[in-house]
């Protein structure tokens, strides 16, 4: 019975594996940190069916899922793609959710706010008792006193796939858990085709402007390193990224005069903020009297997304080919003369 598995054929996503048997399935979250270790290991069992007898050792989570909490917003996206963003009862730090499904449950009392995702209000958590919560693992931290309540936590570690169609790809992971497999095979296919079309359009271009990404944060530049999420989706955008043979798949921090001195001469500069106002080339400077230094402020070829107005971060993680596309037109406006930015757009003078 146990070698009937059927293994799920997973394209781009490095981070769980899925062996689907007779009675059960079974769903390994391989530690981004340690990758020869497991991070945890789900058993999935139809909630209509008899328990197995003899299951393999894991969490054992009842399917599908009807009743969750979940920590973060892409938890919130992800379970809204798939059409099932009534399972969810309740939220930590919900006003990081723009999902207005999300803010009415919470206004109406229907949905609870957990608290801080770092240490969820324990007593609201027993108190709702969700069939699982879906948490987000960071790394050397342990879940703390959630575990006790004995509630499967469903972590996902999306956020440390490199490829940007690695990370879409775990639409599949959640649909398993709430059995719409077939809704997130689809989405997927969609996402998958839409984010190569652009990067076929790319490919023939010959020149590849060079970009620089975001400002620093309390006196350091976290850039993203040569071989990120971010570094491989500014090369198929068709961008040339000055850190792009470094080999951190993360986050370096770096000093102003550093980046200067490497991508002073970019030819974009593209930066995220969140702030009630937009951003301009005066508002930039003032921040930072340096900043007006780089070659693309002087040309003026600043693109800024706002985030407080922007859904660019729910949106990231599952349908990165809508950002891909902001980052095509903006480097090679000419290959999509009909499209309009939906995330950036160009940096005013005041």
Known sequence: ERNTADSMNIKYAKGFKVERHVNYTEISVINPWDTTKLLQRYILVDKT??????????????????????????????????????????????EYVRIPAI???????????????????????????????????????????????????????????????????????????IGKEQVADSLFKVTEKNYNDIKEAIYKVDSRPSVLTDTR?????????????????????????????????????????????????????????YAP???????????????SYFKAFKDKNIYGCNTMFSGYYEDLPIHPDYILKDFAKIFHTELFPEYTLRYYKKLQDQ
């Open 49 to 94: 069916k008899e328990l197995p007898a003899d299951l393999p050792k894991g969490t054992l989570v009842r399917t599908p899922l009807e009743n969750v909490g979940t920590y973060s917003t892409i938890h919130c996206s992800s379970l809204n793609e798939l059409g099932a963003i009534d399972i969810i009862k309740g939220v930590c730090e919900p």
């Open 217 to 273: 944060y309390m006196g350091s530049w976290n850039m993203p390193g040569g071989k990120s999420y971010m570094a491989n989706m500014l090369s198929d955008a068709g961008g040339s990224y000055p850190w792009s043979d470094n080999d951190n798949t993360s986050f370096m921090p770096l000093a102003f005069e550093s980046v200067l001195d490497k991508a002073g001469n970019s030819d974009v500069w593209i930066i995220k903020y």
């Open 103 to 177: 803010q009415e449950g919470l206004a109406s009392g229907a949905i609870v706010d957990l608290g801080k995702a770092s240490s969820p209000d324990i007593e609201k958590v027993i108190e709702l008792s969700p069939a699982a919560i879906f948490t987000t693992p960071i790394s050397g931290r342990t879940c703390g006193s959630i575990e006790k309540t004995k509630i499967p936590l469903i972590e996902t570690t999306d956020y440390t796939e490199p490829h940007p169609l690695g990370r879409a790809e775990w639409i599949r992971f959640y649909s398993l858990f």
């Open 277 to 291: 106002q937009d951003m301009t080339y005066r508002s930039l400077e003032k921040e930072y009297k340096p900043y």
